[in-house]
C-alpha cells in the first residue's frame, strides 16, 4: 500500500512540477502498477498545454541510401538486401505540393545519411518547399555547423534527430563510427542556430537499462527539445541484431508518458513503430500523451524500400488514403485535426 502511494504521489508531483528525479523516474518505469494511472497523468497534461488538437505532419523518406551501420537499422550500409533509391529534387517538391493539396501544413523529410544530397540540392529543395508556403522539417542526419546553418538560410524550420541512447557504451556498441558526443555537439548546434529541435530514443535496446531509459529523458528535459520521438526497437531480420529481443508497445509508451509529464508543452509524436507492435498504437499513444502524427506521403513503390524495421504500416497504402485513415482515427477519439503549423507553444497552458 505504502509502495502504492509512494508511486502515485510522483505522479503527481510530475504532473504539477514537471520534475523528477532519476530515481523517481526509474521507480515509474521498473513496476507496471501505475501505469493506468501514468497514462492518465500524462493525457492530462497534454490536454492542459497542447490542447485537443492533433498536428499532422506529412513525412517524405526520399532517400533509402546511408553511410553509417546502425546496428538496428535496416537502411544501415552494409545491408544489402535492400534496393537503394533517391528521389530527384524536383519529385522531392513535387511530393511536397501533393501533401499541401491533402491539407498538410508541415513536411518532414527524412532519409539516410545521403551525400548525394548536397547543401546546393537541399538548398533547391528547401526553397523550394518553402515557396508552398509549408513548414519545413528535416530529418537527415549528422551534418557539419555550416550546413545546418545553410539549410536554416534556405527557410528549413525544424530538425529532428534522435539520440537514439544517451547510454555511452550502448551507443558506440550500436553505432560503429559515430560518437554520442558528436550527436549530443550536433542537436546542439541546431538550437543554437534557432531550428525547432526534435530527438527522441528507442526503447528496448539490447543491454538497455531503465536507469539509461531514465537518463535519456532526463536528457531530453536538459536540452528542452521542442519535439521528442519515442519508439520501441523492432529487430530486423536483415541486421546483426535480427535475433535480439526487441522493446514493447508498453514499455515504449511508458517513456512517452513520462516525457510527457516533464515536458508537458513539447509536440510528440504517435508513432509508426508504436502502430506496427499494436494496431491501435498511435491512438492509444495519442490518449497517453502525444500530440502529433506523422502520416506518410511518399508516392509510390518508394515507401516499402524505407525499410527500417518489419511490420511498418502503410507501406501499401496512398498518401490520399493514409490521410482519411490517420483523419478517422483521430475524430473517433474525440480529438481535432490542427490547421495551424504546429509550432511548439512555449509554457502556455490551454
Ligand atoms: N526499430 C525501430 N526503430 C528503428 N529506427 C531505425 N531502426 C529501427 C528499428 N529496427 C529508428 C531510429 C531512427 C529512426 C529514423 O528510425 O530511431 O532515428
Ligand atoms: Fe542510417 Fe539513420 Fe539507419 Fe543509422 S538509423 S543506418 S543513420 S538511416
Ligand atoms: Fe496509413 Fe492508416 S495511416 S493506412
Redesign the pocket.
Known sequence: MKALKKLLDIIDKASTSHVLSKQEIISLLSTDRIDGQLFHAADRVRAAYVGDEVHLRGLIEFSNICKQN?L????RWENTAVRRYRLQPETIIEFAAKAKDYGYKTIVL?SGEDEFYTVDKLQQIITGIKKLDLALTL?IGEKTRAEYQAYRQAGADRY???I?TTDAGLYSALHPGMSLENRKGCLLDLKDLGYEVGT???VGLPNQSVESLAEDILFFKELDADMI?L??????EA?P?KDAK??TFEASLKVMAITRLLLPDANIPATT?ME?LNKNGRIIALQSGANVAMPNVTEGEYRQLYA???GKICINDTPAHCRGCITGKILSIGRKISEEYGYRKKNTVV
Not at 538496428?72 to 537502411?75: D, F, I, K, R
Open positions: 546502425c538496428y537499422c535496416g537502411l527524412q530529418s529532428l534527430m534522435r537514439e527522441g530514443c528507442l520521438g519508439g520501441p526497437f523492432i529487430p530486423n541486421t541484431l526487441g522493446g513503430a506496427t527500417l524495421y518489419p
